[in-house]
């Protein structure tokens, strides 16, 4: 009988759709409907797009559907419900209603086993509050399972890229590696545990971390990104590109999923080494081992939060995440771009 993972063709990189071909088909797209509601869209690269409704309030749009990368229907509904709210708290939103999207080839899983999924996604919803009020499916050869989920934030206290300042420090609030763990999965390279500790990271909600960072006074949280398919540096470019600054990274504080290091060099999903090529304005310090600069590429799936935090708040914001129980570390800070400069640098 076929495993979940048999449905789809790629392991390690949820989403096959590589940076360079988004470019691509990006370049020089207008709006669709010039409307001085739009508060952020498409052309800045954010984690969703926002729409203000009113002076105090504003519509946070995203959508996100993948591939199975676990075998257990359950889990993988619940990764991918998490994955889909995450990038509506990236942009300091607070996740009110979903549409399942779902894909499923003709003599696809049974019907119990797709019910399993739906039950994993409505739970991790459920977990959110947030309300399940529809969607579609479409026959394809890939099972692929996700939402469209719309939130709400206040127009003033949306987090997007472009806020990183010279002088914020960087904090990361989930470890890197699930991309390559799950990866090594598929060809039977990884332990139980080890894949059990990237399967807990990817169901956990970035809600508590979302929740304690837009408790901080206003101002306080300058930028923030969700670390999915392009992994720690593609989006880290992303808000070097939209800040016009450099993110530097201490290698050695990185936090990793157990066993991701040993795992990097035999695993990292095509998604990764596509990133290796497309996100290429990076520099690497002489002490920076090859498995780290592999993990920075690793594509994520419901991988953490990355905030730009100002300098004099960041060490009580760890505190308060890790007194929460969300593993978050200051992994680097944020410096003026010369010209010529990279985008991220990794030492
Ligand atoms: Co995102
Ligand atoms: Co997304
Ligand atoms: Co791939």
């Not at 997007?160 to 470890?175: C, E, F, Q, S, Y």
């Not at 799936?301 to 935090?309: A, E, K, Q, Y």
């Amino acid at each position: 009988m076929k495993k979940l993972t048999d449905y789809a063709d790629c392991a390690g990189c949820a989403s096959k759709f590589q940076a360079a071909d988004l470019d691509l088909i990006m370049e020089g797209l207008q709006p669709a409907h010039v409307d001085d509601r739009i508060l952020v869209d498409f052309r800045t690269s954010d984690d969703a797009g926002v729409y203000r409704w009113s002076a105090d309030s504003a519509l946070v749009h995203t959508v996100d559907f993948f591939t199975p990368i676990v075998d257990d229907p359950y889990i993988y509904g619940q990764i991918a419900a998490a994955n889909a709210l995450s990038d509506v708290y990236a942009m300091g939103g607070e996740p009110r209603t979903a549409l399942a999207i779902v894909a499923l080839p003709k003599d696809g899983p049974a019907p119990e086993t797709v019910r399993e999924i739906f039950r994993g996604g409505s739970d991790k919803l459920r977990e959110a509050g947030v309300a399940l009020l529809g969607g579609h499916t479409v026959t394809d050869p890939e099972v692929k399972f996700g939402y469209a989920v719309t939130g709400q934030v206040h127009p003033a206290r949306v987090w997007t890229n472009a806020g990183a300042r010279p002088g914020d420090v960087l904090i990361l609030t989930k470890p890197l590696g699930t991309g390559i763990v799950v990866r090594a999965t598929k060809f039977g390279r990884s332990t139980d545990t080890q894949l059990a500790s990237a399967i807990t990271s990817m169901v956990t909600l970035n809600s508590a971390a979302a929740a304690i960072a837009a408790s901080e006074t206003a101002g306080t949280i300058r930028a923030c990104t969700d670390i999915t398919g392009f992994g720690l540096i593609g989006h880290a470019t992303e808000v070097a590109v939209a800040s016009r600054t450099t993110l530097v990274f201490n290698s050695s504080q990185l936090p990793l999923l157990p066993g991701s290091a040993e795992l990097a060099a035999l695993n990292l999903p095509c998604g990764g080494r596509s990133n290796i090529r497309h996100f290429d304005q990076l520099s690497v310090g002489p002490d920076v081992t090859p498995e780290l600069s592999l993990l920075c590429m690793d594509p994520q799936t419901s991988g953490g939060l990355l905030f730009s935090v100002a300098p004099e708040s960041a060490a009580r914001l760890v505190d308060r995440l890790v007194a929460a129980g969300v593993p978050a570390a200051a992994v680097g800070h944020v410096e003026a771009r010369g010209s010529g400069t990279s985008f991220v640098s990794l030492v």
